[in-house]
């Protein structure tokens, strides 16, 4: 089993960025593989993503949102154990955006997921910062 975490300070308000973040139809804007995100029965979601050998999968994921404790949490069913959650805390410079995930998939350590997940939060902050995209 891995884990993995990332952190980033964003220069905007925790309640704009929390808003952007836990709008399920942002989700392919900040995820690179994903494709598309909608809104099923209860917490479900359905995806599709790209994956890095070219292929496409889609299926049911859950994702919930703590709109208080500006927390999300998500995964997937599946033989991975794949989850995560991210919190949003106020920063001096703005907010602060910190990721966790677990997955059986790969070995700890693995460069493509800690990539991945660093680079998840390169494009948050530049969606934000850059594009205005949370205001």
Do not use: C
């Amino acid at each position: 089993m891995a884990d993995f975490s990332s952190t980033t300070t964003v220069d905007a308000s925790p309640d704009d960025l929390f808003a952007f973040l836990s709008d399920v139809g942002n989700l392919p804007r900040y995820f690179a593989r994903m494709k598309t995100a909608e809104p099923a029965e209860g917490n479900a979601v359905h995806t599709s993503a790209e994956l890095p050998d070219g292929s496409h999968v889609e299926g049911e994921a859950w994702f919930e949102v703590d709109r208080d404790a500006q927390h999300l949490s998500w995964g997937a069913e599946g033989s991975s154990n794949y989850h995560g959650d991210l919190d949003v805390r106020p920063h001096e410079r703005g907010a602060t955006v910190e990721v966790h995930l677990h997955t059986t998939r790969v070995e700890p350590g693995d460069h493509e997921v800690q990539n991945g997940l660093d680079a998840t939060l390169d494009t948050i902050k530049t969606l934000v910062e850059e594009q205005g995209a949370a205001g």
